[in-house]
T-cell receptor, first 112, second 116 residues
Framework: DAKTTQPTSMDCAEGRAANLPCNHS???????VYWYRQIHSQGPQYIIH???NNETNEMASLIITEDRKSSTLILPHATLRDTAVYYC?????????????FGQGTILTVHP | GAVVSQHPSRVICKSGTSVKIECRSL??????MFWYRQFPKKSLMLMAT?????????EQGVEKDKFLINHASLTLSTLTVTSAHPEDSSFYIC????????????FGEGSWLTVV
């Protein structure tokens, strides 16, 4: 799976949008971008994934650049409960069987 | 929706003893499950792949005799930490893909192990 680079930490004010970047310059054509988050002392939670088109669900939006070398996870209206470590993972969707390789992630702190 | 459950959520054991952690898929069958460990302020590290009806596949550097994995049914995988030492104290997390390709993956709540 391709390597990803994320900022170590970010801050965001409650109610504002949180934009979390991820660099994946070595991504290959069959690899998807997945985002998970981990709230303290819990298992990771799936957020969203995409291949090349922008995606949106009830939790977040995912913007993938045209060259697919980077992406941004957007939490449109961050709340205190969104404080967590956010992991950007690039993996081939087919054939990997569910194995995930976690990087260090971004610690997002949402302030009142 | 699909849920993966771990038990116990927290366990304290004495050095030298063994402790078992269970990972269950509650409303789906999982022929494969994954075990991770996580030290404080560190990322998750894959330990092994648990395969129903066959031997687990361990990642490089993980002792298979130390971390025994059994996947006896399509809904249950167990991780047994044998002859536990304080350095085995960690957060252990399992995951299971809902589908064979691993497109949708759910994680358990995690199990905190403290060895005293």
């Amino acid at each position: 799976d391709a390597k990803t680079t994320q900022p170590t930490s970010m801050d965001c004010a409650e109610g504002r949008a949180a934009n979390l970047p991820c660099n994946h310059s070595t991504i290959s054509g069959n690899e998807y971008v997945y985002w998970y988050r981990q709230i303290h002392s819990q298992g990771p939670q799936y957020i969203i994934h995409g291949l090349k088109n922008n995606e949106t669900n009830e939790m977040a939006s995912l913007i993938i650049t045209e060259d697919r070398k980077s992406s941004t996870l957007i939490l449109p209206h961050a709340t205190l409960r969104d404080t967590a470590v956010y992991y950007c993972i690039v993996r081939a969707r087919a054939g990997s069987g569910g194995k995930l390789t976690f990087g260090q992630g971004t610690i997002l702190t949402v302030h009142p | 929706g699909a849920v993966v459950s771990q038990h116990p959520s927290r366990v304290i054991c004495k050095s030298g003893t063994s402790v078992k952690i269970e990972c269950r898929s509650l409303d789906f069958q999982a022929t494969t499950m994954f075990w991770y460990r996580q030290f404080p302020k560190k990322s998750l590290m894959l330990m092994a792949t648990s395969n129903e009806g066959s031997k687990a596949t361990y990642e490089q550097g993980v002792e298979k005799d130390k971390f025994l994995i059994n996947h006896a049914s399509l809904t249950l995988s167990t991780l047994t930490v044998t002859s536990a030492h304080p350095e085995d104290s960690s957060f252990y997390i399992c995951s299971a893909p809902v589908d064979r390709e691993g497109n949708t993956i759910y994680f358990g709540e995690g199990s905190w192990l403290t060895v005293v």
